[in-house]
T-cell receptor, first 111, second 114 residues
């Protein structure tokens, strides 16, 4: 399977803490994206990082990419209860814009 | 921003019947759309790439006759699950790439076959 892997599978933190999720993939990529999915809902695009970029910020989100290790991390700072969701990384390997999704991390932020 | 509308959001059907799911790009044209399937607490698996005016491209292991895809216009792709069985119960999601806006996903369809 070409599917990427994420860890941890599940993460439970207190509101205000930071949450870090990691993603590993198997092939060379054009870009890597992070998505959020609330239970039973569609996906929301969070951030895209290109293969020639190493770090990117968007609000409380920070994404890093290490193409030599084929890995990426998503950091959510100052987490809120509303951040509770599943987070997926997805890679664009250049084959017709198809995305390959990671296994996902279920984040729970408790009050 | 670009919006992809997916209908229905939930459908329950009897085993042996067919179900059609629609995916519409509301404010942009989409020559290509993608259909994914997601089992509970699992990731999304690409089923097929829908191409306007031509045949869909299916991923390995996906039955073409089971999951019929039609992309008859630049704003509409449909996925028909034919002769549905309980094992087809799943969450189906479509997506499109509206140019500079990046990837946009529909809200998904929860299919339950009883």
């Amino acid at each position: 399977s070409q599917q990427g892997e994420e860890d941890p599978q599940a993460l439970s933190i207190q509101e205000g803490e930071n949450a870090t999720m990691n993603c590993s993939y198997k092939t060379s990529i054009n870009n890597l994206q992070w998505y959020r999915q609330n239970s039973g809902r569609g996906l929301v695009h969070l951030i895209l990082i290109r293969s020639n970029e190493r770090e990117k910020h968007s609000g409380r989100l920070r994404v890093t990419l290490d193409t030599s290790k084929k890995s990426s991390s998503l950091l959510i700072t100052a987490s809120r209860a509303a951040d509770t969701a599943s987070y997926f990384c997805a890679t664009d390997q250049g084959g017709g814009n198809k995305l390959t999704f990671g296994t996902g991390t279920q984040l729970k932020v408790e009050l | 921003g670009a919006v992809v509308s997916q209908h229905p959001s939930r459908v329950i059907c009897k085993s042996g019947t067919s179900v059609k799911i629609e995916c519409r790009s509301l404010d942009f044209q989409a020559t290509t759309m993608f259909w994914y399937r997601q089992f509970p607490k699992q990731s999304l698996m690409l089923m097929a790439t829908s191409n306007e005016g031509s045949k869909a491209t299916y991923e390995q292991g996906v039955e073409k006759d089971k999951f019929l895809i039609n992309h008859a216009s630049l704003t509409l792709s449909t996925l028909t699950v034919t002769s549905a069985h309980p094992e087809d119960s799943s969450f189906y999601i479509c997506s499109a790439i509206p140019g500079i806006y990046g990837y946009t996903f529909g809200s998904g369809t929860r299919l339950t076959v009883v």
